[in-house]
């Protein structure tokens, strides 16, 4: 069994168009996260949610929205979709806020904009 | 602000020796954590090795050592008996006991020769 999944593994769109990212933990986390990988390979967080609420909200654009209906999902839909939304999106999962575990990682999902 | 610093962008290793990878950070809080992460060309990302900034006692797993340096503010990886399963990209993160994301540094990819 997959402890953190997400699908689509792959994902090549055009610009302008709205998709969505789903991801799935069942490792009974409270907390949640997404993360980008640009093409330099560095590591950024997004956004995390903790038992379905939004604890962090780092800069990012509005065209990015974040939606928690349990807490064990977490999807990522984008908006009006640009060249420079192309990366690799990670989710991940952690225990009581992290404070006693490391994140478990999703296996990432390849965007493509055309 | 916290920073994670990686200043190799690349290493090299032949098989069975022992190779040290580089990680400095910068932060002015007491309680946290630091970890390596691998992600192999998979891109899937894995746990190496963690440690907690109030235990003295330097982390290991199996092959795989931290020289955690608090007042130095570094935390440098090394692989013994290096492998060519370990061939991959290497994460230093750093996570406050306070905040539930990592924050990852760029990066040091690391290619492992027979």
């Known amino acids: 069994d997959t402890a953190v999944s997400q699908t689509p593994k792959y994902l090549v769109t055009q610009m302008g168009n709205d998709k969505s990212i789903k991801c799935e933990q069942n490792?009974?986390?409270?907390?949640m996260y997404w993360y980008k990988q640009d093409s330099k390979k560095f590591l950024k967080i997004m956004f995390s949610y903790n038992n379905k609420e939004l604890i962090i909200n780092e800069t990012v654009p509005n065209r990015f929205s974040p939606k928690s209906p349990d807490k064990a999902h977490l999807n990522l839909h984008i908006n009006s979709l640009e060249l420079g939304d192309s990366a690799v999106y990670f989710c991940?999962?952690?225990?009581?806020?992290?404070?006693?575990?490391?994140?478990?990682f999703g296996e990432g999902s390849r965007l493509t904009v055309l | 602000a916290q920073t994670v610093t990686q200043s190799q962008p690349e290493m090299s290793v032949q098989e069975a020796e022992t190779v040290t990878l580089s990680c400095t950070y910068d932060t002015s809080e007491s309680d946290y954590y630091l970890f390596w992460y691998k992600q192999p060309p998979s891109r899937q990302m894995i746990l190496v090795i963690r440690?907690?900034?109030?235990?003295?006692q330097n982390a290991t797993e199996n092959r795989f050592s931290v020289n955690f340096q608090k007042a130095a503010k570094s935390f440098s990886l090394k692989i013994s008996d290096s492998q060519l399963g370990d061939a991959a990209m290497y994460f230093c993160?750093?996570?406050?006991?306070?905040?539930?994301?990592?924050?990852f540094g760029k990066g040091t990819t690391l290619s492992v020769s027979s």
């Open positions: 993160a750093y996570r406050s006991a306070g905040l539930a994301a990592l924050i």
């Open positions: 440690q907690e900034a109030y235990k003295q």
């Open positions: 490792l009974g986390h409270d907390t």
């Open positions: 991940a999962s952690s225990r009581d806020r992290g404070r006693t575990g490391e994140l478990f």
